[in-house]
């Protein structure tokens, strides 16, 4: 739900955040020590974020995957790839400004994606875009996910969850209420669908802290 802590967890995870206690490991490792190495790891998308409006998508890869320190070959590969998949080619020499909010969307999705990632970190990718770009993003975060890739996803579409998800977890004012297998969700709360789950596992958790607010920690 909103204000739950969904995006600062993601932001924590991508490392643009310090968690004030507890450690994130990244492969074991503390990710506050080796951040500067796992950031090449990894990529991040909110939709909050947006590129500078005044260069073209081209001028945006050469940016970003020099930051990588990508090859110009390996720029110019993965480009390709990205921008042909996601209907961007077309329009490649046109400022990102003029784009449509989804056209900017799966541009900032090809620009995050463009230094091939193991692990993919994103914000609500879908949110407020059109029937048709939620399909083409979903099907390629599936095409990932089935290259290996890890996918570390917050949305409220629970639809998206049970399609895509191997793991979920929930997180209710700030505390994590649940986390397991999509199968397990359901069962654990002795319902049929994920999004009875979801409701259950809110009302109780929410409720909880209203009565402790209320009344105090007995």
């Given at each position: 739900?909103?204000?739950?802590g969904k995006t600062t967890t993601m ?180 319902v049929a669908t994920v999004e009875e ?22």
């Open positions: 739900p909103n204000g739950a932001r924590m995870l991508s490392t643009l955040l310090a968690p004030t206690a507890g450690t994130i490991l990244y492969d074991g490792k503390p990710l506050a020590e080796e951040s500067d190495s796992i950031r090449r790891r990894i990529a991040f998308l909110t939709n909050e974020i947006r590129l500078d409006g005044q260069f073209t998508p081209d001028e945006l890869a050469d940016y970003y995957g020099g930051l990588y320190e990508m090859t110009p070959e390996a720029i110019s590969e993965n480009r390709d790839k990205l921008f042909d998949y996601f209907g961007i080619s077309e329009f490649r020499d046109r400022r990102y400004e003029t784009f449509s909010t989804g056209m900017k969307q799966k541009t900032s999705l090809a620009i995050c994606l463009l230094h091939d990632p193991d692990t993919i970190i994103f914000d609500e990718p879908t949110n407020g875009l059109d029937i048709l770009t939620q399909h083409l993003i979903e099907a390629y975060l599936l095409k990932l996910k089935e290259q290996g890739k890890c996918i570390i996803l917050s949305t409220h579409i629970l639809d998206l969850v049970a399609r895509m998800a191997d793991r979920v977890g929930i997180i209710v004012d700030g505390r994590s209420v649940f986390c397991g297998t999509v199968p397990e969700l359901p069962e654990s709360q002795g789950a979801f409701i259950k596992l809110y009302k109780e958790n929410h409720e909880e802290k209203a009565i402790i607010g209320r009344h105090g920690k007995e």
